[in-house]
Structures are given as structure tokens and as C-alpha cells.
């Protein structure tokens, strides 16, 4: 912690704003998880940022006592890049949802990984459009029935990690919204230094209640849950069992526990992490810090490229207005 940094506690982080979600959803959890989580990383609210599109989850910024901006639908990672260009001491965090990030702001989100901006990105995925009154949304399963669905969804739903994945994203991460573990996730995912894309599945008691039950529920929880830590081996269900490798087909299988051949959980292996993703039905859900691989950040390759540009120079702004640029075009334009 810098010595300069005040030191801070999870009121101190929370604003006067009347919180207004529905009673019961995912998103108060997900919001005192990150309260409390703030003074533990020793940052100041003055040099912190949240950012956020539209959507349920977009309200964020308004309850943190910090700066924030409520942008418009998909936007959130361009704003985002802007204020990290301005000012890179800033700490900046995304707030966005699963409509809001994965579908008019899909491109936007693709190139903030693909870039490697050094933000906090969090995705509270319900399943669902909350806001707008419960339509189907780019993560709803095949089947879902809403106001945009009456019959069921025929669409096959993205997958946000491997959508991040495959941009690029050199950390990504998922969490539980009243899990004990997610302020784990998010001090790991602010650790790290460049774009973190963290998955919150988070429950939308109105138009989605209980979708992640079957491995949410406190009775199915031990069994359907496998929480990863680097260097340690990959067990779930009380530790009674682990995940290994198929080599024959190339895919993760479910072992004992006490088998030699239960992999070890290196975040840096891509194409395990890919597997751990895509777990199929019957396996548990992968959580914690999948896959993290440091690469340089977008913002510190902009601030030495400008550095480098600018070595050697005189500012002069009137010089700069006043020069001309003119050019003359000596090839003859087609005729008509």
C-alpha cells in the first residue's frame, strides 16, 4: 500500500445514492463484495474509476463513493480506454452486463481485451435482459422463454470466458455473486496488470431466478463447484475428486482424487484453460482464476511510443495551427 493512500474501510467506498435494484438481486451482493474489496487493495477513491454501459448492472457507479461514468449501451470499454490514455494512474473498472457487453458492445469488448488495456473488467451474467424487461439475451441457453422467445431461444448461447479467450484476454476469472470466495477473484483480477475479464454469475430474481441453482445451491455446491488455485491440484467435491487428462481424446475426465495423474492448476496453460471453459454436463463449474499470462498493456506501449515522438521537441501550438498541409494530385481523373 502507498504510504500516501489513506487508509479506507467498505463505507467509506459506498456513496449516499439509494441503492435501487430488485429486492433479492445478484447485483447487492456483487456491490458489497466490491466495497469491502477496495480497502484491502490499498487504492485511493480519488484516483478510481468505474465505468459502466446500460443495463441493471450499469447503475454500479452510482453507489460507489469514487469517480465514475454511466455510458451508453456497449460503450463502457471505449470510455474506459479514453480515461486510461488520459490519465494511466487512474484505476479503472468496467462494470457491464452479458447484453450490454456481448452483443451491441461485443466489438467493444473484443478490442479492450484484444488490446490489453490495464482495467478491472466485470461481467455480471444473468442470463438475461433485466432492464428491458427480461428478453433473451446473448447467454440465455437454448430454450429460454421471454418476452422475445415466447416458443424458446434456437440461438446457442456465447460462452463469456471463451468469447474472452479467444479476443486475447490475457486474465480471466468467474465468481459467484454471494460466494465468499469473489473478493478473492476480484483482488486477483486487480493484481494483475493489464485487461482482467472477470464472469459474475449473478441471479436476476425477477425473469431468470435460479438458472445457476444446479451448481449454485448450497446442496449441489461441494459437488458442482471447482474452485482453481495456481500450483495446486485440480479436486472438488470435498476433495474426493479431481480433473485429468484424457490423452486419448484430449479432453479433461473426472478421476479419484488419490489418481497421480490430477493436473495441477497452471493458469498460464491456454489450452487447458480453454478445456476448463468448456466443462460439458456432468462435470463441475470451473471458478476462480482460470487463465492468466501477463503481456505488456496497451496504455504503457501508447505512453512510450508518445515519449519517444516527443524527444527532442519544442512545443508550439501556434506553429502546429498554423502550418499548412497542402498536396497536388499530377494523375489525370478518369473521364466520364
Given at each position: 500500500m502507498n504510504e500516501m493512500t489513506k487508509v479506507?474501510?467498505?463505507k467509506d467506498w459506498a456513496s449516499d445514492q439509494e441503492v435501487r435494484w430488485c429486492p433479492g438481486c445478484g447485483d447487492y451482493a456483487v456491490l458489497k463484495a466490491v466495497q469491502r474489496t477496495m480497502p484491502d487493495l490499498g487504492v485511493a477513491r480519488e484516483k478510481t474509476v468505474f465505468v459502466s454501459g446500460i443495463g441493471c448492472s450499469s447503475r454500479f457507479p452510482y453507489y460507489m463513493a469514487s469517480y465514475g461514468f454511466h455510458t451508453i449501451h456497449g460503450r463502457a470499454p471505449a470510455f474506459a480506454t479514453g480515461i486510461k490514455l488520459a490519465n494511466p494512474e487512474l484505476d479503472v473498472w468496467v462494470i457491464t452486463g452479458d447484453g450490454d457487453a456481448l452483443s451491441i458492445g461485443g466489438n467493444h469488448t473484443m478490442h479492450v481485451l484484444r488490446r490489453n488495456l490495464d482495467c478491472q473488467i466485470l461481467l455480471f451474467n444473468n442470463e438475461i435482459y433485466g432492464l428491458t424487461k427480461g428478453q433473451y439475451s446473448p447467454t440465455s441457453r437454448v430454450g429460454t422463454r421471454s418476452p422475445?422467445?415466447?416458443?424458446?431461444?434456437?440461438?446457442?448461447?456465447?460462452?463469456?470466458?471463451?468469447?474472452?479467450?479467444?479476443?486475447?484476454?490475457?486474465f480471466i476469472a468467474r465468481g459467484i455473486d454471494v460466494h465468499k470466495a469473489l473478493p478473492d477473484v476480484l483482488k486477483a483480477a486487480?493484481?494483475?496488470?493489464?485487461?482482467?475479464?472477470?464472469?459474475?454469475?449473478?441471479?436476476?430474481?425477477?425473469?431468470?431466478?435460479?438458472?445457476?441453482?444446479?451448481?449454485?445451491?448450497?446442496?449441489?455446491?461441494?459437488e458442482k463447484q471447482l474452485w482453481l488455485k495456481p500450483g495446486e491440484k485440480m479436486l472438488f467435491a470435498g476433495d474426493s475428486k479431481g480433473l485429468a487428462l484424457d490423452t486419448e481424446r484430449l479432453c479433461l475426465k473426472i478421476v479419484e482424487a488419490d489418481d497421480p495423474s490430477v493436473i495441477v492448476h497452471d493458469p498460464k496453460n491456454r489450452g487447458v484453460a480453454a478445456m476448463l471453459i468448456e466443462l460439458p454436463q456432468g462435470f463441475p463449474v470451473a471458478l476462480g482464476v482460470i487463465y492468466e499470462d501477463p503481456a505488456p498493456t496497451f496504455e504503457s506501449a501508447v505512453v512510450e511510443q508518445n515519449t519517444t515522438a516527443a524527444s527532442g521537441k519544442?512545443?508550439?501550438?501556434?506553429a502546429l495551427v498554423s502550418k499548412g498541409q497542402t498536396w497536388q494530385v499530377d494523375k489525370e481523373p478518369h473521364a466520364i
Open positions: 479506507t474501510t467498505a422475445s422467445t415466447p416458443f424458446g431461444s434456437v440461438d446457442r448461447p456465447v460462452t463469456p470466458c471463451m468469447f474472452a479467450l479467444g479476443s486475447g484476454a490475457r486487480h493484481a494483475h496488470k493489464g485487461a482482467s475479464f472477470v464472469e459474475i454469475y449473478q441471479n436476476c430474481v425477477v425473469y431468470n431466478d435460479d438458472v445457476f441453482a444446479s451448481f449454485t445451491e448450497r446442496s449441489v455446491a461441494q519544442k512545443a508550439d501550438l501556434q
